[in-house]
């Protein structure tokens, strides 16, 4: 098993309810090794703000950078990247949490499979704690694959930069960056592995940046045009008869594995 140091990249913004179980989750890990790198997003919720001195005082692991304006999630997770130390970069926004074991087991996973993007299944869970749901991971993707939907949670991604000889950082988009880095990482390495288990719980906000689902469709499109040289046009054909048939059969298999898991749950 490795002992490589893990660069855990955190934005957070007004997320005062939620961050302290945040920051618990990696706290808890079983994989010591690891920084926490937490950008605030220049967050105006004061409980968000003493939670994160709180916390930046108690573990000297856990290091904080707070913007003077709000330039969002994307530019927040850069500006953490910037200071990473570690050879695998990892995600987690400061209203999701991780499993105990998650490090451990994709590091272990990713040394036997040596891929250089590892991801997870994760559950749903809404702002009251009640599970809503699973997204059940593909046990691997392509960059065709990939590029035909996002399929990889950014809450449970890690990444080698050892392997991928380099830091990668999120494209300058405000929303939509987290798919485009991952189509830039397949672009390299052209597959990436998964562990089809749950290793994480993502939070589901309704003011959160994600939750408008039309607002994303422009950006959808420009992840086409920046990443993959597009012209406008061509980029809406592909969105349109490419993207969206392929979302909505993967919203629809997300149904189907929720009703099963909260059967099961039941």
Not at 69 to 84: D, F, L, M, Q, V
Request: net charge positive; with cysteine; aromatic share 12%.
């Amino acid at each position: 098993m490795t002992d490589a140091l893990v660069s855990i990249i955190m934005p957070t913004y007004n997320a005062g309810r939620f961050i302290a179980d945040s920051i618990e989750s990696i706290l808890a890990q079983t994989y010591p090794h690891w920084e926490l790198l937490i950008t605030d997003d220049h967050s105006t919720d004061p409980l968000t703000l003493d939670t994160l001195r709180r916390y930046e005082k108690q573990d000297g692991r856990i290091n904080v950078v707070y913007l003077t304006e709000n330039r969002g999630p994307g530019y927040s997770r850069n500006k953490s990247i910037e200071r990473a130390a570690g050879r695998y970069i990892a995600f987690c926004d400061g209203d999701d949490c991780w499993m105990p074991d998650k490090l451990e087991r994709q590091l272990a996973y990713m040394e036997e499979q040596q891929c250089a993007l590892c991801y997870a299944s994760y559950i749903l869970r809404d702002e009251n704690d009640t599970d809503r749901g699973i997204v059940i991971a593909p046990k691997q993707i392509t960059l065709r694959q990939l590029k035909h939907d996002n399929k990889v949670g950014c809450l449970t991604a890690v990444y080698d930069t050892k392997r991928l000889g380099q830091k990668y950082f999120m494209p300058a988009l405000r929303k939509r960056q987290d798919w485009a880095l991952f189509l830039n990482i397949l672009k390299q390495c052209g597959t990436a592995c998964a562990i089809t288990d749950p290793l994480a719980y993502y939070r589901i906000r309704q003011q959160s940046v994600s939750s408008n689902k039309l607002g994303l469709i422009k950006y959808n499109v420009l992840v086409y045009q920046k990443v993959f040289g597009y012209s406008p046009l061509k980029a809406r054909l592909y969105f349109t008869f490419i993207f969206l048939p392929t979302h909505f059969w993967k919203l629809l298999r997300r149904q189907i594995d929720s009703w099963r898991f909260l059967r099961k749950k039941k």
